[in-house]
């Protein structure tokens, strides 16, 4: 790898190919941890996204820590392989400007966020320029089969040689294919715990499970009707509120019943007062890469109820600490931790503080600090 100067100064380029709203916080950590070295950081970001203007995202045209990098949008076809989403398309191969905007800003690293086009070819430059380039994935060897197809891992193999070292944002990701005896750092997903702050007034009445994503079968919502039932039939009075849109619809009787409530898509201060007013979070996922939800209900200190379903579990959820991990096809064990959260206010406290703690300590500004200090020990002269 390349060295970094003699005063520990080094420049950095992040090439992604569209933003997550949750990202940004993390990329503005990393850019202040790595300015207090002397270092600087630059995101290139392939697409402006179709749905999410910049500006609502906090992001100025002129931001000097964004860049946008133009290109040719690929067809439908080439999406769907690479698994892109309709809504943050990505460029072809050779059709966008990353190589000159790399060339412009002449960086000591190169960071790719997954393995799209555009990062493929930031990647390709890195190898032709010396440049040591890091992946941060979700994605390793065995991922959710939602998010990878056999395809998919062919393509990683035969890349990975392209990688200089792994920056992991799921434990599942520390097994990425890159070159042999690769660095790898993990450092899953991150928010800024100041934006779900603990709640102030009181929660609401009955106790409230909450759960936040997408409505569709993968998210084991069904399961989670089936231990609420079992609940229900043991004589305990709760409610179950779903925050989300999707496909996925509770049946007739679930509808019909007392615990459940619907409160449809939400987001900003609307999420943080469901957050707020809820008892304990659920999640009953079959497969998730990560789930950032987690993190946010932790950190408005609420105890998790997280199926193994959902990378998240292993990083925040610490059995008997911060809540309970569960099988997804186990209905059973999911309502028996529900009960005891019913039965026990001072456990729902205790794991409640446990939440909040681990939330911090995998915050953006903590995470920032751990990427700075690893960059920089990757170009440490050797």
């Known amino acids: 790898m390349t060295s970094a100067s003699p005063t520990g100064g080094f420049s950095c380029a992040l090439v992604t190919g569209a933003l997550q709203p949750y990202a940004i916080d993390f990329y503005r950590a990393l850019d202040a941890s790595l300015k207090k070295r002397g270092a600087s950081l630059i995101v290139l970001v392939g697409s402006r996204s179709t749905y999410r203007p910049w500006s609502s995202l906090g992001i100025e045209d002129d931001d000097p820590l964004f860049q946008f990098v133009g290109g040719k949008f690929a067809p439908a076809w080439v999406q769907r392989i690479l698994g892109s989403s309709s809504r943050d398309k990505v460029f072809l191969p050779g059709t966008s400007k990353i190589g000159s905007a790399l060339t412009g800003h002449q960086p000591d690293i190169v960071i790719v966020n997954e393995r799209n086009p555009i990062c493929l070819g930031a990647a390709a430059w890195a190898r032709r320029h010396g440049v040591p380039c890091i992946l941060s994935t979700d994605i390793g060897r065995n991922p959710p089969r939602y998010s990878s197809t056999r395809l998919h891992l062919i393509y990683h193999r035969l890349i990975g040689g392209l990688f200089d070292g792994v920056l992991a944002k799921t434990v599942e990701g520390e097994t990425a294919f890159a070159r042999s005896g690769a660095p790898v750092l993990l450092a899953p997903h991150a928010i800024d715990t100041a934006r779900y702050p603990l709640p102030a007034g009181a929660k609401e009445e009955p106790f409230r499970f909450l759960f936040v994503g997408v409505l569709e079968e993968r998210k084991g919502l069904d399961m989670l009707m089936e231990a609420a039932r079992l609940v ?54 079959r497969e998730d890469t990560y789930a950032v939800v987690v993190h946010e209900a932790a950190s408005c200190g609420l105890p998790l109820l997280v199926s193994t379903g959902a ?63 690893w960059l920089s020990q990757l170009l440490l002269p050797r």
């Open 311 to 373: 990378g998240a579990s292993l990083t925040l959820v610490e059995e008997g600490a911060s809540g309970y991990r569960f099988a997804p096809s186990d209905s059973r064990s999911l309502a028996d931790h529900m009960i005891c959260l019913l039965s026990d206010p001072g456990l729902r406290r205790r794991l409640g503080a446990g939440a909040r703690l681990l939330a911090e300590e995998w915050s953006t500004g903590n995470a920032g600090e751990k990427v700075a200090k």
């Open 232 to 285: 229900h039939a043991a004589g305990h009075r709760f409610s179950v509120r779903l925050v989300g849109s999707g496909p996925w619809q509770p049946s007739a009787e679930d509808t019909a019943s007392p615990w459940l409530s619907l409160a449809g898509f939400k987001d900003g201060g609307d999420l943080l007062e469901e957050y707020h007013k809820a008892g304990a979070f659920v999640l009953p996922t």
